[in-house]
């Protein structure tokens, strides 16, 4: 059985490298580095190092080398109850990468039972994610269901 560990502030680098992965393979053309990646190494880097705080990440190292070779990374947040979550405590699924190289070995499913096992311990009850059409039959496997509240998203021009 694949298990997978908690990644800390050490391994921020390597989740911006995967979280990177990600949005390439989700299609299109590949996204360009830059100081998004640095930002985003400086906010896992902070928040990481937090064992109480709401963000956390779960990681299989990579069997032939240094580096991560899958990732989850989610949060927790904080909302307003409604009859389907009474606590008000949700958590959001934001990066599940897994490297070309080592899919199909169930390095993203280990991440993600630790995720979710974390959430559990923390009394979240609700779990979201957008899914990609490779990744959900993975979700669904684990309990996820698609809802039936359509998403919709506002950019604020120049930002």
């Known amino acids: 059985m694949i298990e997978a560990r908690q990644g800390g502030p050490a391994d921020a680098p390597e989740l911006m490298r995967l979280r990177k992965v990600m949005i390439d393979s989700a299609g299109g053309e590949p996204a360009p580095a830059g100081e998004w990646q640095d ?6 880097g902070e928040r990481l190092g937090d064992p109480a705080g709401p963000l ?3 990681v299989v190292d990579r ?3 240094p580096g991560l070779a899958a990732c989850v990374v989610g949060a927790i947040d904080r909302r307003l109850p409604s009859p389907d979550n009474p606590g008000g405590l949700r958590g959001y699924v934001y990066n599940v990468a897994t490297d070309p190289g080592y899919r199909r070995r169930g390095y993203s499913r280990a991440c993600m039972t630790a995720l979710i096992a974390w959430y559990a311990r923390r009394g979240v009850d609700v779990i979201g994610l957008r899914a990609s059409p490779d990744g959900e039959p993975l979700y669904a496997s684990l309990g996820f269901r698609r809802t ?4 919709m998203r506002l950019v604020i021009p120049g930002r």
């Open 39 to 44: 930002a985003g190494i400086a906010i896992l």
């Open 56 to 58: 956390a990440a779960f």
């Open 63 to 65: 069997p032939d080398g």
């Open 148 to 151: 039936k509240d359509p998403a």
